[in-house]
């Protein structure tokens, strides 16, 4: 008995694709908080926190159920793979607005 594979039909079935989404600074007034990335499960991810926001601002990243904190102007890499991924920010100032970093996740779908 042999069996027939449809060589297309595979290649079609293991096509990685990456993709870039980029979470743009975003102004806070004082003690704000938002959710700039709602739990999102990622295969394979980079994210990559660029450090560009104000001090002031909180970055809770939490990953399964383990929660890091950044502030702003703090830099940082994370490597993910098959899990769940959350962002929220708090401007921590009680009298002025201030921003967000830039956070910048690649992942691969297939």
């Known amino acids: 008995m042999s069996i027939h594979i449809d060589r297309s039909k595979l290649l079609e079935a293991l096509r990685i694709t990456p993709s870039k989404q980029v979470i743009a600074k975003q102004t806070l007034e004082p003690n704000v908080l938002v959710t700039l990335l709602p739990a999102t499960q990622y295969k394979h991810t980079v994210i990559l926190f660029h450090g560009d926001g104000d001090p002031e ?18 830099q940082a ?23 967000t970093m830039t956070i910048e996740i690649l992942y691969l779908t297939w």
């Open 57 to 74: 601002v909180k970055h809770t990243v939490k990953v399964n159920n383990t929660v890091i904190e950044l502030l702003g102007d703090e």
């Open 77 to 99: 890499i994370e490597l993910l793979a098959n899990e769940s991924l959350e962002v929220t920010a708090t401007n921590t100032s009680t009298t002025e607005a201030k921003n």
